[in-house]
Antibody
Framework: QVQLQQWGAGLLKPSETLSLTCAVS????????CSWIRQPPGKGLEWIAE???????NYNPSFKSRVTISFDTSKKHFSLTLSSVTAADTAIYYC??????????WGQGSLVAVSS | DIQMTQSPSSLSASVGDRVTITCQASQDIKDYLNWYQQKPGKAPKLLIY???SLEVGVPPRFSGNGSGTDFIFTITSLQPEDVATYYCQQYDDYPLTFGGGTKVEMK
């Protein structure tokens, strides 16, 4: 049974850096991907970035150079950092894993609020 | 970016009704389309991939079809547990993009 458990700081001030980690437990087949997706309160879903277990990544250009994702193979941890946050970055952030373009397993979501 | 337009944005139906949601892509995405279900306070759940393939364990009352720019998601007989918001997502090109969602409520 694959499970994703995510954690990170929930309250940030403007200009700070968001940092979230997603730990994978259980066995995922080789070639799996982890995506980060966010959802502002009461709104729709926005894809942020993805990385596979070989370290190959893709990013949403709308985040320009603010976002970085990484994968620690030894710990099976995926991480997301988003720099220079503003109130517009307030959202629930999800990690999701599985085959490419087939995110079967989701983290529980992390509410990140940006406020001065 | 490929724009995904879902309609309606919300609907209300009775138990046993047939529910249909449409998703239109701003350009040809072949059949590179997922459908998700999101219940309140929960993470999304992948129901359908490749426009019409049902994920393992998903009830057969859910179905999807279409290719190119026009797609349809159907619940053949609405059940109380189907109350949720449904999203389409294209993966033909980066960035991956979602439709705005369709909230399905019970009458």
């Amino acid at each position: 049974q694959v499970q994703l458990q995510q954690w990170g700081a929930g309250l940030l001030k403007p200009s700070e850096t968001l940092s979230l980690t997603c730990a994978v437990s259980g066995q995922l087949s080789s070639g799996y991907y982890c995506s980060w997706i966010r959802q502002p309160p009461g709104k729709g879903l926005e894809w942020i970035a993805e990385i596979n277990d070989s370290g190959s990544s893709n990013y949403n250009p709308s985040f320009k150079s603010r976002v970085t994702i990484s994968f620690d193979t030894s710990k099976k941890h995926f991480s997301l950092t988003l720099s220079s946050v503003t109130a517009a970055d307030t959202a629930i952030y999800y990690c999701a894993g599985g085959g490419i373009f087939r995110p079967l397993y989701w983290g529980q979501g992390s509410l990140v609020a940006v406020s001065s | 970016d490929i724009q995904m337009t879902q309609s309606p944005s919300s609907l209300s139906a009775s138990v046993g009704d047939r529910v249909t949601i449409t998703c239109q892509a701003s350009q040809d995405i072949k059949d590179y389309l997922n459908w998700y279900q999101q219940k309140p306070g929960k993470a999304p759940k992948l129901l359908i991939y490749d426009a019409s393939s049902l994920e393992v364990g998903v009830p057969p009352r859910f179905s999807g079809n279409g290719s190119g720019t026009d797609f349809i998601f159907t619940i053949t007989s609405l059940q109380p547990e189907d109350v949720a918001t449904y999203y389409c997502q294209q993966y033909d090109d980066y960035p991956l993009t979602f439709g705005g969602g369709t909230k399905v409520e019970m009458k």
